[in-house]
């Protein structure tokens, strides 16, 4: 089992940052990968972004690419996600999530384990 636990949402204006933390107990952080995956009202969940379990191979949503930069640390089992130049249409809830194995997906339906979300809001 993993338990997830996100913080660092909130209301932005257009063009600003955020950054969104994820902490991870349960299995060695270390032995899986991680990713953000989105939630916009009346929409399907939208892969945001994953990072491999050393943290040195990281994959990106078109839209985000050159905005966002996911990260981790794996000695305070936390993964990140730092979101610059946001758009209103970056307004959604946001969760980290993994399968808790070595491989990643860009399949929002492949994650087995989710953390409770948080809310970002980007105001035009």
């Known amino acids: 089992q993993v338990q997830l636990v996100e913080s660092g949402g909130g209301l932005v204006q257009a063009g600003g940052s955020l950054r969104l933390s994820c902490a991870a107990s349960?299995?060695?952080?270390?032995?899986?990968?991680m990713g953000w995956v989105r939630q916009a009202p009346g929409k399907e969940r939208e892969f945001v972004a994953a990072i491999s379990r050393s943290g040195t191979l990281t994959y990106y949503t078109d839209s985000v690419k050159g905005r966002f930069t996911i990260s981790r640390d794996n000695a305070k089992n936390t993964v990140y996600l730092q979101m610059n130049s946001l758009k209103p249409e970056d307004t959604a809830v946001y969760y980290c999530a993994t399968r808790g194995i070595q491989r990643h997906t860009t399949n929002p339906l492949d994650y087995a384990y989710w953390g409770q979300g948080t809310q970002v809001t980007v105001s035009s």
């Open positions: 349960g299995r060695t952080f270390s032995n899986y990968a």
